[in-house]
């Protein structure tokens, strides 16, 4: 969850300590005396008691602990849902595993060649974000250059100490949108807009943009932020996926993305997970127009739909 995405801090539970040091009980010594007779009661008396200074000196019929039996603590460890794949899809679930399950883990980092793209806090640690595990976000590596990079994820517990696991792995050049569709649409919702959309968190009234790339479908909003979708287009129909994270966002919800002349790019507009919908899209002449098929995100629905005007067909990222 990290999310990185403007979540509350939430605690952590620290597992109770177990006692490291285990006492072994050495076996009682004996003195075997064997009095004779004759002997008065007092030399036995100190002859016992000599035996028993001597016993003690030697070790035997004492109870000891060994510090030899103190158990090291288990060293910290990540394994990477990506470990053992050379190849990626465009969409995949990134999750990192510390081990010990009883490490009291303070931050896993998520970076691509060197370079942090994600941060989480608790568990389950998913790229992405995750809504406390219930909506998994994904790793979309459209935004990457087709190629070979590095994916490291880095536990770091409450004492500091980290530990990482890289995977290299290829991705694939992304595919590019119909022609038609490509390029930078305008749609300004008015007042009265506002007042009919159907969704309790209705788009403001302003200019709204909508690019089609290689890299996603580019939502951006009248307020100099946006959200990035992985888009696939299957003859007329659009299918938008899950959200495409580059970045991580602060607590205050600014994300480090700036494109096509907006900043804060990257925030989610319903679930990490999605949630996934489809549209049936057309073109006459400079009208793009949108009817939405399904879409489990209202606020998403409410923006694309209807009709946009091309503003540049060829826009500068």
Known sequence: MGIAQSLPDRYVVRPSGRRGTRHDRGREGTVPLRLRRGVSSALAAA???????????????????????????????????????????????????PKPSSA???????????????????????????????????????????????????????????????????????????????????????????????????????????????VAAWELDPFDSGRIYQYAVQGHTIHVYAPIQEAPCSQTGACGINRYGHHNVGDIECLASGPFGSYRWSVSADTLTLTPVHDGCPDREDVWTGHWTLSNPNPTP
């Open 47 to 97: 002859l016992i008691s000599a035996l028993s200074v001597l016993a003690i000196g030697t070790g035997v019929g004492a109870s000891t602990a060994s510090s030899g039996n103190v158990p090291a603590a288990a060293k910290l460890r990540v394994t990477s849902s990506l470990d053992g794949m050379t190849t990626l899809p465009s969409r995949i679930r990134w999750i990192a595993t």
């Open 104 to 214: 009291t883990i303070t931050e896993v980092d998520y970076l691509i060649d060197g370079k942090v793209a994600w941060i989480e806090h608790i568990a389950p640690y998913v790229f992405g974000g995750d809504d406390n595990g219930i909506n998994r976000g994904y790793l979309v590596t459209t935004w990457l250059s087709p190629g070979t990079h590095r994916f490291t994820v880095r536990a770091t517990d409450s004492a500091g100490t980290s530990a990482t696991d890289t995977v290299t792995a290829k991705v694939s050049a992304a595919l590019p949108p119909p022609t038609a569709l490509r390029g930078m649409w305008t749609r300004t919702v008015s007042l009265a807009d506002w007042t009919r959309a159907p969704s309790k968190n209705s788009p403001l009234p302003g200019q709204w943009e909508l690019v089609f790339d290689n």
